[in-house]
């Protein structure tokens, strides 16, 4: 799987900005925002909201949580903005 970064403008808190992301996180932060019914620029602007570091470091953990948390048929979630996963925690 290619690694290359690809750099693309989003919009957060009404200001654009420009994230780089492997290919592999563009595509997962899509089927996210589309599980949940919202654009890209909201779900990175719910990212931003409480992140610490920087953004791209934030939208790569948050797509890492959020495929540990997925069920196997069920659409993709994460942790709350903020929230910080147990993962620690057992799966069934």
């Not at 900005?17 to 996210?32: D, G, K, Q």
């Not at 931003?48 to 953004?55: A, E, S």
């Not at 942790?79 to 057992?90: E, I, S, V």
């Amino acid at each position: 799987m290619p690694t290359t970064l690809r750099k693309r403008s989003v919009v957060v808190a009404g200001h654009r900005t420009s994230v780089s992301l492997e290919e592999a996180f563009w595509a997962a932060l899509r089927e996210i925002a589309a599980a949940r019914d919202i654009t890209v620029n909201h779900l990175v602007s719910e990212i931003d909201h409480d992140r610490q570091g920087n953004l791209s470091s934030a939208i790569r953990v948050f797509v890492l949580h959020s495929l540990r948390a997925r069920p196997e048929d069920a659409a993709l979630t994460a942790p709350a903005a903020g929230a910080t996963p147990n993962l620690n925690a057992r799966g069934s």
